[in-house]
T-cell receptor, first 113, second 116 residues
């Protein structure tokens, strides 16, 4: 069965530091992979997605993610975090033949000055 | 343009009462999804509508949950005889395409339901 694991429930980084949020998935075929961000009181907003091709995907707000098939991972990165990046981040997998999406439990990011 | 809207933003109800949650998708979007987000949990898929096709109800947790989508636009999620475990944030999302795993979903702000 499809599943998504975000091992880090909460991460704290200093403003200006680099960031990596981990995501591992379980899916038999090549997955469709997404990262969403949820700010307090807001709906989820798409940061980036991977379908095929270049395994390094660029997204909005300076985020990028790399698909590594051998590790079943799709980690999200940002070279320099801003205070406004504090939010909840969700990794998701789209099932290839259906219309269901599987979300991880999220990683809460705190940014300290 | 306008995004996905949901109402009410907050709903407090007593155990055993029925509640209705509303979702207005982005105009022209054919696909609509409902999710439940419980504390410390990821998003749990509930139901999916695509155009005039029969909805995919495979995620509804019990027969107390139902949803409809009128005229291919507005959707209402109804929870009958609410229980305390129904307390969660209910998120609606819409998508402009024909649905499927490649969809980008546009989410509403959610309805926070509290069952006392």
């Amino acid at each position: 069965a499809q599943s998504v694991t975000q091992p880090d429930i909460h991460i704290t980084v200093s403003e200006g530091a680099s960031l990596e949020l981990r995501c591992n998935y379980s899916y038999g075929a090549t997955p469709y992979l997404f990262w969403y961000v949820q700010s307090p009181g807001q709906g989820l907003q798409l940061l980036l997605k991977y379908f095929s091709g270049d395994t390094l995907v660029q997204g909005i707000k300076g985020f990028e993610a790399e698909f590594k098939r051998s590790q079943s991972s799709f980690n999200l990165r940002k070279p320099s975090v801003h205070w406004s990046d504090a939010a909840e981040y969700f990794c998701a997998v789209g099932a290839g033949t259906g219309n269901q999406f599987y979300f991880g439990t999220g990683t809460s990011l705190t940014v300290i000055p | 343009g306008a995004g996905v809207s949901q109402s009410p933003s907050n709903k407090v109800t007593e155990k055993g009462k029925d509640v209705e949650l509303r979702c207005d998708p982005i105009s022209g979007h054919t696909a609509l999804y409902w999710y439940r987000q419980s504390l410390g949990q990821g998003l749990e898929f509930l139901i999916y509508f695509q155009g005039n096709s029969a909805p995919d109800k495979s995620g509804l947790p019990s027969d107390r949950f139902s949803a409809e989508r009128t005229g291919g636009s507005v959707s209402t999620l109804t929870i009958q005889r609410t229980q305390q475990e129904d307390s969660a944030v209910y998120l609606c999302a819409s998508s402009p395409s024909a649905g499927g795993a490649a969809d980008t979903q546009y989410f509403g702000p959610g309805t926070r339901l509290t069952v006392l």
